[in-house]
C-alpha cells in the first residue's frame, strides 16, 4: 500500500490566489513526523514545513501553512497569495518513528499562470 | 556556503563504467542519506550512514551499488558497472540527529546519465 499518496498529478493556479495541495499517508506508528518539499525546474530540493504527530497547532511558515487532519491522516500544504516563483513540484514525505528515511509521495506539478 | 554539497552536479558514463557520487553533509550533521529519483517520480530511499557505519541499507540493490562515509571526507555512492536503468538524480541529504522530527536538508544532486 502507498505509504504517501498525492492524487493531484497537476494544478494551475491564478496568481495571487491561494492553492491547496493534497496529501494523505498511511502508518501505524504513533509518532512521525511530515514534511513538505519544494522541487523547482533547477531540479534541488528545498525543505519547506515541518508536522509532528504530535503538534497539536498546524504548522505555518511565512505563505506555507499544513492543514494537519489526524484522523484522515491527511496533510494537505495551503500557499496562500501565490506567485510565479511558486511554479514547481511539490513533495510530501513522511518520517516513521520506527525508521529513519523518508518517503515520498509522487509529487504536484503546481504551475502559476500570470 | 553551509549547505549540503554535491558533486559532479551531472556525470556522464558508458555502460560498464563506474560512476562515484560525493555528498559532504552540512556542518555539525554527522547523519547522511542517499535518495535516488527517476523521471517523473518522487524519490527513493537507498541508504543511511553515520560516520564508519551503514545503519540501514535497505532502499541499496543488491548488487553493484555501495555507500560510505568514512571518518574523514565526503560520502561515497558507489556504482559499479552502470547499466541505462541507473541513470537518475541522486541526491544526498543529512541531518544534525535522527529523531523523527529532524529535518533532512538536501544537496543539490547528481544527475547521472548512462549512455
Known amino acids: 500500500a502507498q505509504k504517501i499518496t498525492q492524487t493531484q498529478p497537476g494544478m494551475f493556479v491564478q496568481e495571487k490566489e491561494a492553492v491547496t495541495l493534497d496529501c494523505t499517508y498511511d502508518?501505524?506508528?504513533?509518532?512521525?513526523?511530515l514534511f513538505w518539499y519544494k522541487q523547482p525546474s533547477s531540479g534541488e530540493m528545498i525543505f519547506l514545513i515541518y508536522?509532528?504527530?504530535?503538534?497539536?497547532q498546524n504548522a505555518t511558515e511565512g505563505r506555507y501553512s499544513l492543514n494537519f487532519q489526524k484522523a484522515r491522516k491527511s496533510a494537505n500544504l495551503v500557499i496562500s497569495a501565490s506567485q510565479l516563483g511558486d511554479s514547481a513540484m511539490y513533495f510530501c514525505?513522511?518520517?516513521?518513528?520506527?525508521?529513519?528515511?523518508?518517503?515520498f509521495g509522487t509529487g504536484t506539478r503546481l504551475t502559476i499562470i500570470p | 556556503n553551509a549547505g549540503v554539497m554535491q558533486n559532479p552536479r551531472h556525470l556522464v558514463r558508458r555502460r560498464g563504467q563506474e560512476a562515484r557520487l560525493r555528498c559532504s553533509p552540512m556542518?555539525?550533521?554527522?547523519?547522511v542519506y542517499w535518495y535516488r529519483q527517476l523521471p517523473e517520480e518522487g524519490l527513493k530511499f537507498m541508504v543511511y550512514?553515520?560516520?564508519?557505519?551503514?545503519?540501514?541499507e535497505s532502499g541499496m540493490p543488491k548488487e553493484r551499488f555501495s555507500a560510505e562515509f568514512p571518518k574523514e571526507g565526503p560520502s561515497i555512492l558507489r556504482i559499479q558497472q552502470v547499466v541505462r536503468g541507473d541513470s537518475a538524480a541522486y541526491f544526498c541529504?543529512?541531518?544534525?540527529?535522527?529523531?523523527?522530527?529532524?529535518?533532512?536538508?538536501f544537496g543539490p544532486g547528481t544527475r547521472l546519465l548512462v549512455l
Open positions: 541529504a543529512s541531518s544534525s540527529t535522527h529523531r523523527t522530527g529532524e529535518t533532512q536538508y
Open positions: 502508518t501505524s506508528d504513533q509518532s512521525y513526523g
Open positions: 508536522q509532528g504527530s504530535y503538534d497539536e
Open positions: 514525505a513522511m518520517r516513521e518513528n520506527t525508521n529513519e528515511k523518508l518517503t
Open positions: 556542518k555539525g550533521h554527522s547523519h
Open positions: 550512514l553515520q560516520k564508519e557505519n551503514i545503519i540501514d
